[in-house]
């Protein structure tokens, strides 16, 4: 079989050239690099078309600005393979991950997408961690809990065509959180997905823009999103960010409290792992001091189980 591995760019020049190499050096040399620019005004055109000009296995498609929702759908539109596999441009593949996952597809066929371990990278490429994916789709339908379904890192994912073109593709409407979003339509539209229990994808960790407002709105789309995973779950019709605010108002102060406390400090915990990934020593040991102190046991756990320390040459 042949993969078509889709990446999506915007301004992305650091880091891109890392990526794309770590595609071209795969052990399974049937595949396509199909690269959508997004508009990008660095030099991430001029890469990606040295890159294109080299390997004709490369197709570079810019387009005007439209989000990573529209440059994903366009991309994948382009693919001529059954076979999908995500790449972010910050992210690297192991050697060997398009030959395993398509074995486990090949071996598993009523998986419709299948998803790996990572290791976490800093931004000169080392090796600082590592992170095995838990998902359970029949627990979290039980527990009505999405949060057992949906924490799926995009660049390990590989997926049949046919049952994203299903799904109707990524989301263009969101701004963030649209990869969440598919992975809860897969789950509750009846299309098994599965963990691949092998490291097969080196996610990078770094600043990148970390405002606050970016975080607040982030982290509302994706309460939408597990709220109506919960929804689909129960039968009950979805809800619209505006109806999910609202009921959040309605809510009494002490849970309200509750619930910002979490995200305050869920967005402490993030911002100090791309400190971390970025060598700012200080500022990662400050954000971790205040995501304890805003939660402690969660943080704790969150440390625990997403960031297990491994030697570099692991």
């Not at 795969?26 to 078309?49: A, K, Y």
């Not at 263009?172 to 992975?183: T, V």
């Not at 929804?231 to 009950?236: A, D, E, L, V, Y």
């Amino acid at each position: 079989m042949a993969v078509s591995v889709v990446m999506t760019v915007y301004n992305g020049e650091r880091f891109l050239a890392e990526s794309v190499e770590s595609v071209l050096n795969q052990t399974m040399p049937n595949f396509e690099l199909i690269v959508v620019d997004d508009g990008s005004v660095d030099s991430s055109v001029s890469i990606l078309e040295s890159y294109a000009q080299r390997d004709t296995r490369i197709k570079f498609i810019p387009q005007r600005h439209a989000g990573v929702p529209a440059a994903a759908n366009l991309g994948i539109r382009h693919a001529k393979y059954e076979l999908i596999a995500r790449l972010d441009s910050d992210d690297r593949m192991l050697c060997e991950r398009l030959e395993k996952q398509v074995a486990f597809l090949e071996e598993h066929q009523q998986t419709q997408l299948v998803c790996s371990n990572c290791y976490f990278i800093n931004a000169s490429g080392r090796r600082v961690g590592s992170s095995a994916c838990r998902l359970d789709v029949e627990r979290a339908r039980a527990e009505l809990r999405p949060s057992h379904c949906l924490e799926l890192i995009q660049s390990t994912v590989m997926m049949r065509k046919g049952a994203f073109l299903k799904m109707g593709g990524y989301r263009e409407d969101l701004p963030y959180a649209e990869d969440r979003d598919l992975w809860g339509r897969f789950a509750t539209g009846g299309f098994p997905i599965a963990v691949q229990p092998a490291y097969l994808v080196e996610f990078r960790l770094h600043t990148g823009a970390m405002t606050m407002e970016k975080a607040t709105l982030q982290h509302e789309i994706c309460s939408l999103i597990d709220e109506n995973v919960k929804r689909r779950f129960q039968g009950k019709p979805e809800i619209s960010l505006s109806g999910l605010q609202a009921a959040k108002r309605r809510a009494p102060a002490m849970l309200r409290f509750r619930e910002n406390t979490r995200f305050m400090a869920l967005h402490a915990f993030k911002r100090a792992s791309r400190y971390y990934g970025e060598g700012q020593f200080l500022s990662c040991a400050l954000s971790m001091a205040a995501a304890v102190s805003l939660s402690p046991i969660q943080t704790v756990r969150r440390v625990l189980q997403r960031i297990r320390l491994v030697e570099a040459d692991a």
